[in-house]
């Protein structure tokens, strides 16, 4: 069971950085274990208006199955409720997994972000995750009557979470935003027929909602998930629509950062943390932590998804973050021979403290692979199919140059038009803005958003302004969830494309060239850039901790053929690109 002590154990920063790693003690008789789903072969992850679409049945169970499991008893271990209290609040010991600092451990919950181990701690969630689903669903499944049974009961056979692809064009019948995700109700079949019900991935309810779980209000009054809440106040409800809206003005940045991660990017300790690495400010800026971090802001806009400590508790998270983990496998194809390099930590989780140091032999605490409590590691999950799943695109018989081709079709140059082929025309430039800027020096999360003209004054029209060009997110927690000094001086990285929306102003005649000099000059004339906290309040640049900005050039030269890539040149910088701001 989890402890509901509040008591936290509180170090300087320097003090952190003294210590060694920490030996993890467990209470015995109480482990979980990670197994993932695989009394059935390796299955497919599907995407999730794939699944809606294409494998109904199976669908319907999932559906059913989430909303059994949301429903546990919120002090079962294995509930939904305390399964994503994991990873943030409230900051207790889960199944025994407790910290060398004390009850209230080192700060935050057991997740790593900002880590060389932010993918790899999240595999074994996700499967953890999947594995107490899956049973909801075969539940479920058994439950119908005997005359129709068999039928539901195949369905859920090879059921896996599904993954949402928020970095792809959509389908013309579908959107960026999944219909699925903001209605508030929807008919299912259930065991004893067709039933309106309340749609479990629109919000989980707190049931019920345990006020020194969520410590901050007004989390400690919302009675269920919310995304971009009408009021910072109790009475604060979801705006899906204008969450919609937000994501459909960013998913073209979002593809063009995806493309040039997998194209641009061979080294996994860059590809896969947002931590600044402090050597050459042109190259390595993204990362898909990084990326990851745009969906978790707008989607949450002071809600929920916004901060760590909340952000698993909608159902949304566990969608975005199996997508991001597809990504990781489909990159990890390509680039099999780069992994996890020792590193300290960042960030304190509530196991271990700032400067921590960790490489791929670390426990991931709190995930088990045995009775007897070992623990994995990075290593143990660096691939998919020991939790029993694959992707489309990693599934067998597939290959690094399958995998391209399909990086290509997806999120190329051309995916935009929903074409299928690379982006094999002429050599062309690619400009990028580069961040980089402190992590928890703003006690919360906040946005950068670039623009090609002046900004309108209302920062709440910013994320859907129609000159936006894109939005670099970092997700924080508040200051008074982390204060040990050290954590306080994380600069972390991030990246705008700047090369479709200039391409746009050469198509419209007021862009000579796509040439390095036509485009500073035109930058420095015309780029902007604000910043605002979630709540609206804008924050001057100059008062943002370790904030700089720099645009790059490449001159890219395209791929041979539809599963190749392009070829990256050497980064230069357009110092007066950014004179204006």
Aim: aromatic residues 12%; proline residues 6%; contains cysteine.
């Amino acid at each position: 069971m989890r402890l509901r002590i509040s008591l936290r154990h509180v170090l300087t920063g320097a003090a952190l950085l003294l210590l060694t790693p920490v030996a993890e003690t467990k209470q015995q008789g109480h482990t979980q274990t990670v197994t993932g789903v695989v009394n059935n072969g390796v299955q497919q992850r599907l995407e999730l208006q794939v699944m809606q679409t294409q494998n109904p049945d199976q669908f319907n169970l999932y559906l059913l199955g989430l909303r059994e499991f949301m429903a546990m008893d919120q002090n079962n271990p294995i509930s939904y409720y305390q399964i994503a209290g994991i990873h943030g609040r409230p900051y207790i010991a889960w199944d025994g997994w407790t910290s060398a600092a004390g009850p209230g451990g080192y700060g935050g919950g057991y997740a790593c972000h900002v880590s060389n181990i932010f993918l790899p701690w999240h595999r074994p969630y996700l499967a953890f995750f999947e594995q107490q689903l899956y049973n909801h669903v075969q539940n479920v499944a058994n439950s119908f009557p005997a005359s129709s049974r068999a039928r539901w009961q195949s369905a859920a056979t090879n059921f896996r979470i599904p993954y949402w692809d928020w970095a792809a064009a959509p389908s013309p019948d579908c959107q960026v935003f999944p219909n699925i995700l903001s209605t508030q109700t929807i008919t299912l079949t259930t065991p004893t027929g067709l039933k309106k019900l309340p749609n479990p991935l629109y919000s989980y309810d707190f049931h019920p909602l345990v006020a020194s779980d969520m410590a901050i209000s007004p989390y400690t009054q919302w009675k269920t998930t919310v995304r971009d809440p009408t009021g910072w106040t109790a009475s604060g409800v979801s705006q899906n629509g204008v969450v919609g809206s937000s994501l459909s003005r960013v998913r073209s940045s979002l593809t063009q950062r995806v493309y040039n991660l997998f194209t641009g990017c061979s080294n996994f300790t860059r590809f896969s943390n947002e931590a600044w690495q402090g050597t050459d400010k042109l190259v390595g800026a993204d990362s898909l932590e990084s990326i990851h971090d745009v969906i978790h802001t707008t989607v949450g806009s002071n809600g929920h998804m916004t901060y760590f400590s909340y952000s698993a508790f909608d159902p949304i998270f566990w969608l975005h973050h199996a997508n991001v983990d597809r990504l990781w496998a489909m990159w990890s194809e390509i680039n099999p021979n780069t992994y996890v390099q020792t590193a300290r930590a960042g960030h304190p989780t509530f196991t271990w403290p700032t400067g921590t140091a960790i490489d791929a032999n670390f426990g991931l605490v709190p995930w088990a692979k045995s009775r007897a409590g070992a623990l994995y590691t990075s290593n143990d999950v660096r691939g998919t199919d020991i939790f029993g799943y694959t992707y489309p695109e990693t599934a067998e018989g597939f290959n690094a140059t399958s995998v391209k081709k399909a990086v290509n079709s997806l999120y190329g140059n051309d995916a935009n038009q929903h074409a299928i082929k690379a982006p094999v025309q002429s050599s062309s430039y690619q400009y990028i803005a580069n961040f980089v800027s402190q992590k928890m020096q703003l006690s919360g999360s906040y946005a950068i958003y670039v623009f090609l003209g002046k900004p309108g004054a209302n920062p709440q029209h910013w994320p859907t302004a129609s000159n936006l060009v894109g939005t670099h997110a970092v997700t924080a927690d508040f200051n008074v969830e982390t204060t040990e000094a050290a954590v306080m001086d994380l600069p972390v990285t991030g990246t705008v494309p700047l090369t479709d929306a200039l391409q746009a102003k050469v198509n419209q005649n007021q862009l000579a060239s796509m040439d390095m000099g036509p485009v500073e000059t035109y930058l420095q004339q015309h780029l902007n850039w604000r910043i605002s906290l979630y709540d609206g309040t804008v924050v001057p640049a100059s008062k943002v901790p370790g904030f700089s900005i720099s645009v790059v050039a490449s001159e890219m030269q395209p791929a041979a053929a539809a599963d190749e890539f392009p070829t990256w040149g050497p980064f230069i910088s357009l110092s007066n690109a950014t004179f204006s701001g």
